[in-house]
């Protein structure tokens, strides 16, 4: 439009061309507003995944505490059964004690204890902890009796095995030796 000199105008009204850029202005605001909220929900998510990890850890450690303080009790009360003699194991009171100590293996099971196999097996130093040497000279490096025993709570050692070692024989070279 012109005016009454001639001159051009400029129309109160935008043009296409500034429609576009505020349109592609605004997409592109959306896109960075939509990206924006994609990384915050992936951060949740995230943080989610990680409380509930850690939430798992303290309630395993809490467990793994509690645990490592029953062995002991559990130990004493294996003991006290292997003493018990034969004639007496008949008697209600005797097994009602080895009903306890039944029980007491099952709660410790649910909760992931497993005992560690040593007797017999090649001394493992991530399971196994030599306190003796065999006297007799036998397999190097295998255990040959357990002292107390080691147990896992699911995939860690919680305590390893006391074990006796196998000496080994006239002209075996023993691999500690050699280190």
Do not use: C
Request: aromatic share 4%; proline share 4%.
């Amino acid at each position: 439009m012109s005016d009454a000199h001639g001159e051009r105008r400029e129309s109160a009204e935008p043009t296409v061309e500034a429609l576009q850029q505020d349109l592609e202005s605004a997409r592109a605001e959306k896109d960075e507003h939509f990206q924006g909220w994609q990384r915050a929900q992936a951060d949740f998510a995230n943080y989610r995944r990680r409380v509930e990890q850690e939430r798992g850890e303290i309630v395993r450690n809490a467990d793994a505490r509690v645990i490592l303080d029953l062995l002991p009790v559990l130990d004493d009360l294996e003991r006290a059964l292997e003493a018990v003699p034969a004639e007496l194991r008949q008697l209600t009171w005797v097994e009602g004690i080895l009903l306890i100590e039944r029980k007491l293996r099952a709660v410790l099971d649910l909760h992931g204890l497993r005992p560690i196999e040593a007797e017999g097996k090649e001394f493992d130093p991530f399971v196994h902890e030599a306190v003796l040497r065999d006297g007799e000279p036998g397999e190097a490096n295998v255990v040959t009796a357990e002292l107390q025993k080691g147990y896992r709570l699911h995939d860690r050692v919680l305590r390893p095995t006391l074990v006796k070692v196998g000496r080994p024989r006239q002209g075996e070279q023993n691999t500690e030796d050699m280190r």
